[in-house]
């Protein structure tokens, strides 16, 4: 195919900077990372109201007209939508991967756990007509199961998301050695994220036990409503928009991280932090299958989450000993290094001029 002047790499996200969720920075770190493979790197985004550049990279607001337009005068090298359940990919996959050279899909993840089977159906249909791969970044994950069970014919290619060694590695002699204890909730504050189930059901029925929040102070539709639930209890502290040294700080000194939403990929970012820094990790999420990472625990009811945080309290980072050093170590390995894991998508992306 004939591609325009210049050879472009075009993404597609519901969110991106200046939000700083999980896969807007997992997008950002992919995006850095085959910067230089481009002439230009553009992202369409509901996240801004007018064009923007950050990092680089050039950030557009999103409209499913303008987009096709986009596509249509300069014939963009790559497509890469991102998080293949998203609306922004499925209206627009159909269209805009025709006038792109290649399309890879990526994060298959996210579903609900009773996401009813037919739109995912129609879904992968299109990927499998449109897209070159479909990266999913686990290949245990319960997600990937249902979808390889719904259409056998999609190209997977399995990536993982990633961890910066470097940056984390100072973090972890902290673990244990907080003298105030706490539990930790660090995603950021979306109502589907349930951060009100954390306070109201857990924090607050357990008063002798100390609660934090830790999350950004712009991205979320909850964070008024969960600052005044917080204020209604002694035991429960928030902080928002701390720089990334505090925010690790924080993270290294938790007792464990609590996750009270049911909506997370197959591998959340705080998730895999928590584990490269020897924090359990437990979740209400267990429609995704996170057994295998030995640090987690999957609850399937609020009650038993809310029973285990009472019954283990701070002695839950000794009893789990064993298990956090096997996360360590299984968590350090090179297939969640970043360097490694963009030597990936270079290749993915890798096409002909």
């Known amino acids: 195919m004939k591609i325009g002047h210049k050879k472009i790499l075009l993404a597609t996200n519901p969110a991106f900077w200046p939000s700083v969720g999980g896969s807007e920075r997992v997008l950002e770190r992919i995006l850095l990372g085959v910067k230089d493979m481009f002439d230009e790197v553009v992202v369409f985004t509901e996240s801004v109201d007018k064009k923007t550049k950050h990092n680089g990279i050039t950030i557009l607001p999103y409209n499913p007209e303008t987009l096709l337009e986009y596509a249509q005068k300069y014939r963009p090298a790559i497509y890469f939508p991102n998080m293949v359940h998203s609306r922004i990919t499925f209206k627009n996959i159909d269209r805009i991967s025709p006038l792109c050279q290649k399309t890879v899909v990526n994060l298959i993840g996210g579903y609900p756990p009773d996401a009813p089977l037919a739109p995912r159906v129609s879904h992968l249909k299109k990927v499998e007509k449109h897209a070159d791969f479909a990266v999913h970044v686990d290949?245990?994950?319960?997600?990937?199961?249902?979808?390889?069970?719904?259409?056998?014919?999609?190209?997977?290619?399995?990536?993982?998301?990633?961890?910066?060694?470097?940056?984390?590695?100072?973090?972890?002699?902290?673990?244990?050695?907080?003298?105030?204890?706490?539990?930790?909730?660090?995603?950021?504050?979306?109502?589907?994220?349930?951060?009100?189930?954390?306070?109201?059901?857990?924090?607050?029925?357990?008063?002798?036990?100390?609660f934090k929040v830790l999350a950004n102070d712009k991205t979320g539709d909850f964070i008024e409503q969960t600052l005044a639930h917080a204020k209604k209890y002694k035991?429960?502290?928030?902080?928002?928009?701390?720089?990334?040294?505090?925010?690790?700080?924080?993270?290294?000194?938790?007792?464990?991280?609590?996750?009270?939403?049911?909506?997370?990929?197959?591998?959340?970012?705080?998730?895999?932090?928590?584990?490269?820094?020897?924090?359990?990790?437990?979740?209400?999420?267990?429609g995704q299958n996170y057994g295998h990472y030995p640090h987690v625990e999957m609850y399937y009811s609020l009650d038993e989450l809310r029973d285990r945080i009472d019954s283990g309290g701070y002695g839950i980072l000794k009893d789990k000993a064993g298990e956090l050093n096997r996360a360590k170590a299984m968590l350090s390995s090179g297939r969640f290094d970043w360097n490694e894991i963009i030597k990936e998508y270079r290749g993915l992306f890798w096409t002909e001029t």
Do not use: C
Not at 159 to 164: A, C, T, Y
Not at 248 to 261: H, N, P, R
């Open 139 to 210: 290949a245990l994950s319960t997600e990937f199961f249902i979808d390889r069970t719904i259409n056998p014919r999609v190209k997977y290619a399995f990536v993982s998301q990633g961890l910066n060694f470097d940056e984390l590695e100072p973090y972890r002699k902290l673990v244990g050695e907080t003298k105030n204890s706490y539990f930790l909730y660090a995603h950021n504050l979306w109502s589907w994220k349930k951060p009100d189930l954390y306070v109201e059901e857990i924090a607050a029925r357990l008063p002798e036990l100390d």
């Open 235 to 286: 035991n429960v502290s928030v902080e928002l928009g701390l720089n990334r040294a505090d925010y690790l700080k924080i993270l290294a000194g938790a007792t464990a991280l609590v996750s009270t939403s049911s909506i997370e990929g197959a591998q959340p970012n705080i998730m895999l932090e928590a584990g490269y820094l020897g924090v359990p990790y437990l979740t209400l999420s267990p």
